[in-house]
């Protein structure tokens, strides 16, 4: 049983074009995020929603749209594509309340922009 | 910015060694987790300490946190081929929901 997947798991595109990643988490949780990790291994919080809310919105271009139908799923939508993009992303959940705060990480989607 | 910084940036040692890898940052934190990555995958939570805390302890993992320096240290004893990954520090601050990670520190264990 997956925890927390990402689909896909590889994205190869070319520049101005949308594209959209899914995660799913099936842990219960009612947190869950978007990160972006880029070549040099930085990884930096892009997206937090809180039972569909959203919560935590880093300083991210607006070509970059998250949507969360459910609490199990936040998906990433990327607008116009460029080269900066490409780098790797996870999705991640916790729950929201309690005193867990640790993150459970999804595999990863390696977004390539040509 | 506000990322925390690590070092070494990477460490290579044999395997039975100890790797011992800092963590510094520069406000107040809630708390400071440690996440390894291994290659191509995503990050595995290790462990928690408390901003009241000052050392814990998880297996092979032994923790330290001093709030007065800004620094953390993660040891790893008697380290394993295994243990070959990425590890970073996350910590949080005002908002328990948000954290910030450092720059990771790469282990190599070799045989």
Known sequence: DTAVSQTPKYLVTQMGNDKSIKCEQNLG?????WYKQDSKKFLKIMFSY??????????????????????????????????GDSAVYFCASRPASGDTYEQYFGPGTRLTVT | SQQGEEDPQALSIQ??????????????????????QN????????????????????????????TSKKSSSLLI??????????????????????????????????L
């Open chain 2, 77 to 110: 004893t008697a380290s394993r081929a295994a243990d070959t990954a990425s590890y970073f520090c996350a910590y949080s601050t005002g908002t328990a929901s948000k954290l910030t990670f450092g720059t990771g520190t790469r282990l190599q264990v070799t």
């Open chain 1, 29 to 33: 949780h009612d947190t869950m995020y």
């Open chain 1, 50 to 83: 809180n039972n569909k809310e959203l919560i935590i919105n880093e300083t991210v271009p607006n070509r970059f749209s998250p949507k969360s139908p459910d609490k199990a799923h936040l998906n990433l939508h990327i607008n116009s594509l460029e080269l």
């Open chain 2, 39 to 66: 290659s191509g995958r995503g990050l595995v939570h290790l462990i928690l300490i408390r901003s009241n805390e000052r050392e814990k302890h998880s297996g092979r993992l032994r923790v330290t946190l001093d």
């Open chain 2, 15 to 36: 395997e039975g060694e100890n790797a011992t890898m800092n963590c510094s940052y520069k406000t107040s934190i809630n708390n400071l987790q440690w996440y390894r």
